[in-house]
């Protein structure tokens, strides 16, 4: 109630109660009037109410705001070592490995067609000086376990790694299927573009045959092996299978070679045999438990295995420096 209105006010006082008859005409005259008020007022609020939207719906079609706008990828960088063209070497192309270290530009065992050099710890004039030797540089990482060494480790979650990698201090099985870790991956292969890499050699695809701890399947290795191909391609990056014998009928067709360890030990070397036979690499290395001496007999056992025809075979030690032999 209002202040002025209440009954104990000294001021208030009563007026003269009017007769029915002016009471009905004046009632009615105030509705009449407060309906015409009312409507009068809804009109003009409609009025408005449409101004103001077709203003708003005028500026937004004028300024090209009428949906969000799809983030800007970032385009690839360039990579035209081969001119644009694909490099797709042929079986039997001659290779070395060394991942131990960075590679010295005298390194003596450089007399081949390909390379196999770690990503992160050469830098992009090693690779030039190699193409200047008319070498091929294929440049590894693993795509398939995180290695807390690595300068972008930072970038992995807890739950993007499993169980760690037998023997590999440091070392644990990927989630291949982690959104996290195939945009990890992306920056490496684009790392690898950046650099003027030829080709990419990704590590451990087999989770599917380890104690991954996460569930990993052959069906998950195959998709993620499609994912690295298709990636690696759009850089114009040439990229090898690695091991993962049991998918490679899957996956021949999306690789340009494949990177075998010690088939002829594990007497496996059939399973790589369907790239012999699309005419690419099996580029193939074996791990006398003797290296760097290897006997002949123990040369010849490795060399002369009849699974391995058409293999660009070499023999290395486990540490993978630049010592080799080239069967």
């Known amino acids: 109630m209002s202040p ?19 009471t009905s005409r004046t009632c009615l005259q105030r509705r009449s009037k407060r309906f015409w008020m009312i409507l009068a007022a809804v009109l003009v609020a409609l009025a408005l109410g449409l101004a103001v939207g077709l203003g708003v719906g005028l ?26 063209t694909l490099w797709t070497p042929s079986a039997g192309t001659t290779w070395q490995i060394v991942l131990q270290g960075a590679l010295a ?17 050469n830098d992009a004039s090693t690779i030039t000086a190699l193409h200047s030797q008319n070498r091929k540089v294929i440049c590894y990482f693993s795509a398939g376990s995180y290695e807390n060494w690595r300068s972008d480790s930072g970038q992995f979650k807890k739950s993007d790694y499993g169980k760690a990698l037998q023997g590999w201090d440091g070392e644990y099985w990927l989630n291949t299927s982690s959104a996290n870790v195939r945009q990890i991956m992306r920056a ?18 087999d989770a599917y045959n380890n104690e991954n701890g996460l569930d990993m ?42 990177v075998n360890e010690q ?5 496996e ?10 005419g690419k690499p099996v580029f193939h290395i074996e791990y006398p438990s ?3 001496s290897v006997s002949t007999s123990q040369k010849t056992a490795i060399c002369g295995d009849a699974s391995t025809q058409g293999f660009s075979t070499i023999i290395k030690g486990m540490d993978l420096k630049s010592w080799y032999q080239l069967c």
């Open 59 to 84: 500026t937004k079609k004028g300024s090209g705001n009428t949906s969000p706008s799809e983030p800007t990828s970032t385009p690839p960088p360039s990579n035209n070592t081969n001119n644009g």
């Open 217 to 258: 399947t052959a069906a998950d290795a195959e998709d993620y092996v499609a994912f690295l191909s298709r990636e690696a391609h759009s850089l114009n990056l040439s990229i090898g299978l690695k091991n993962a014998g049991e998918i490679v009928n899957a996956t021949v067709d999306m690789m340009e070679w494949v």
């Open 105 to 121: 530009s005298n390194d003596p065992s450089l007399n081949v067609t390909v390379m196999d050099i770690d990503l992160f710890d």
């Open 188 to 205: 490496r292969l684009a790392l690898a573009a950046s650099k003027k890499c030829d080709g990419v050699d990704p590590d451990n695809l």
């Open 263 to 267: 088939c002829v030990e594990y007497k």
């Open 290 to 292: 003797s290296a760097p």
């Open 4 to 22: 002025s209105l209440r009954s104990d006010s000294p001021e208030m006082s009563h007026p003269p109660k009017p007769s029915s008859t002016s």
């Open 269 to 278: 070397c059939a399973l790589y045999q369907p790239f012999i036979a699309a």
